[in-house]
């Protein structure tokens, strides 16, 4: 069946490089975007110029990110997330593509500097002017003491979660070292992502026609299923927890 074809494919491979969407977090308690429940069916997302222009839209987006932050704080990586990571040990992924904030595969025992995240992180905040870091604490007690989301205190702009929002720019060094591992694996895997948010989703149909096979492991069908040499309609923790090694 398809999850033996799996272990095959990545027994034949010598470069994997996995691709991964919310879906892989959600067993760690992390709701995902799109499915029932998912961020997106109960807000809508916050477009990058509103938040530029409106105080109202920063205060707002902060308080969804603060009712967030006890299951951000308390999740752990879960059963994909070791399962790459012990593929990581092993030598066969060089690193790994995410569209996900949450710091889980930095978690799960990967170098930050193979985890090349498209959308950014939520673990922390930047000034959208000149770029500082601040802390989410530091954040929220701006927040507490002045009734509304802080500006940096260096240069005055707003300060913003480190994630990529709708109308932002995509990083460049992360889309640049991407598509490297993208036309440079023998198999792509795209795991947990409905794969309909690009430039992102154009990763796995890049390796694909670079020559890579593709697999794609996703409960739900997805836009490109029909490119994959492989689909997997199943649980991610359940196809991949027979990978993990200690
Ligand atoms: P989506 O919510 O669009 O898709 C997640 C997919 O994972 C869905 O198709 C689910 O069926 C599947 N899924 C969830 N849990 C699963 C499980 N345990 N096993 C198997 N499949 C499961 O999330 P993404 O594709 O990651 O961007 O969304 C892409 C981007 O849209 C995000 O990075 C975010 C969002 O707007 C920005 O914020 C810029
Ligand atoms: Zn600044």
């Known amino acids: ?15 994997i490089v996995p691709f991964t969407g919310a879906g892989i977090s959600t067993e760690t308690g992390i709701p995902d975007f799109r499915s029932p429940g998912g961020l997106w069916t109960r807000n809508r997302p916050i477009h990058f110029d509103e938040f530029v222009a409106s105080q109202d839209a920063r205060d707002e987006a902060w308080r969804r990110r603060f009712a967030m932050q006890e299951t951000f704080a308390a999740a752990r990586p879960g059963r994909g997330h070791h399962a790459l990571a012990s593929l990581y040990r092993a030598g066969k992924i060089p690193a790994v593509i995410t569209q996900n904030i949450d710091n889980l595969h930095q978690d799960s025992g990967f ?107 996703n409960r739900e069908p997805t836009d490109q299923d029909d490119v994959a040499d492989l689909v997997i309609r199943f649980d991610i923790g359940e196809v991949l927890g027979p990978f993990v090694r200690n």
């Open 1 to 15: 069946d398809g999850v033996n074809r799996l272990g095959d494919m990545i027994a034949g491979a010598k470069v």
């Open 111 to 217: 170098a930050a500097d193979h985890v090349i995240e498209l959308h950014g992180n939520t673990t922390y905040a930047r000034c959208i002017g000149c770029g500082q870091r601040y802390e989410l604490d530091w954040v929220h007690r701006r927040f507490q003491t002045g009734g509304a989301a802080p500006d940096c205190p260096e240069c005055a702009e707003p300060v913003k979660t480190a994630t990529v929002s709708f109308g932002q720019a995509m990083p460049e060094a992360e889309m640049r070292r991407a598509t490297e591992l993208a036309q440079h694996c023998d198999l792509f895997l795209a795991i947990g992502s409905s794969l309909v948010v690009w430039p992102a989703a154009g990763f796995p149909l890049m390796a694909k026609q670079a020559g890579a096979q593709l697999a794609i492991i």
